[in-house]
């Protein structure tokens, strides 16, 4: 007679580890946080956001008070903006900012670069008070050198001339530029620099090809900024542009006419003149993150 089988009891499982109080506050502490800065993510997202859903609306519905959500969508307001309904076209507009705003930011950058590298690691005598300098002409409202610049643009006949706006949008983003780039220069290596220049390189070849790579994610940083504030600026280009250089945000506040306020079409104007400046911020966003954050942790 076989002997009786013993079958071992399943095994237990493993009981949850019990936090310690500090941990738990801990956990408690980061999704509390968590759940703030979703609730402030979908606060800034929530005008965007109605501005796109108002666009797809009818002007009938877009006009009510409040909005239907329910509402049927249209891209009547699209259609309506890019002048399919016989109406002026904004390609001219938009054409005009992205030549201004993308000229004036290689331009800026063109000249921050050495600039920054004179007051970061060859630096020269004095160069807070130059920092201080660059800072303080944008102490200046913009509107107390608007007659001055619109005088000098009637008297050599640049008034309506897109290159104008380059040069302004230059001299405006200059300093901020050089603020900036100062700083993220300030954190590349001297040792490589010298090991260049020990080669035979001459400035410009530091600058291109050792001093420009490793700054890489602030000089993106600081194009990014440029580049959004010449394309949202409106008191320059409404003043000194007409027909032939008017850019996409003159032609934004065109929609808003005596006959009424087209709502529908204005958000959809408004979506379409934001999608450069949301483009450029997504293509760039990796690199705009490491350069804002360039020299936070030594």
């Not at 499982?13 to 738990?24: E, G």
């Not at 690691?121 to 201080?132: A, S």
């Amino acid at each position: 007679m076989s002997a009786p089988t013993v079958t071992a009891p399943p095994p237990k499982a493993n009981p949850r580890p019990v936090l310690p109080p500090a941990a738990r506050k801990a956990r408690r502490r980061s999704a509390a946080l968590g759940l703030v800065a979703w609730v402030a993510g979908l606060g800034f997202c929530l005008p965007a956001m109605w501005m796109l859903l108002t666009s797809l609306h009818a002007e009938p519905d877009a006009a009510t008070n409040p909005p239907s959500l329910a509402a049927s969508l249209t891209l009547d307001s699209y259609r309506e903006f890019f002048g399919a309904g016989g109406g002026p076209t904004p390609w001219p507009s938009l054409i005009n900012s992205l030549s201004a705003s993308v000229f004036s930011t290689l331009l800026v950058l063109v000249l921050a670069l050495p600039a920054a590298y004179a007051l970061s690691i060859r630096r020269v005598r004095k160069w807070t008070d130059v920092m201080f300098f660059f800072l303080s002409t944008k102490m200046l409202p913009v509107v107390a050198g608007l007659l001055p610049i619109y005088l000098f643009a009637k008297n050599t006949g640049m008034l309506d001339n897109i290159w104008l706006l380059v040069l302004l949008y230059t001299s405006m983003n200059l300093p901020i530029a050089v603020w900036m780039m100062q700083s993220f220069l300030a954190d590349v290596p001297v040792s490589i620099i010298e090991a260049a220049q020990v080669d035979g390189a001459r400035l410009p070849t530091v600058l291109a090809r050792v001093v420009a790579p490793i700054a890489a994610p602030g000089i993106a940083a600081t194009a990014l900024i440029c580049f959004i504030f010449s394309w949202n600026e409106l008191l320059f280009a409404r003043v000194l542009t007409g027909v032939v250089a008017q850019t996409a945000p003159v032609y934004l506040i065109g929609v808003v006419t005596s006959q009424g306020l087209f709502l529908a079409q204005l958000c959809a104007a408004s979506v379409v003149v934001s999608l450069p400046v949301l483009a450029a911020g997504y293509a760039a966003q990796d690199k705009l993150v490491q350069g804002l954050s360039l020299g936070a942790v030594k």
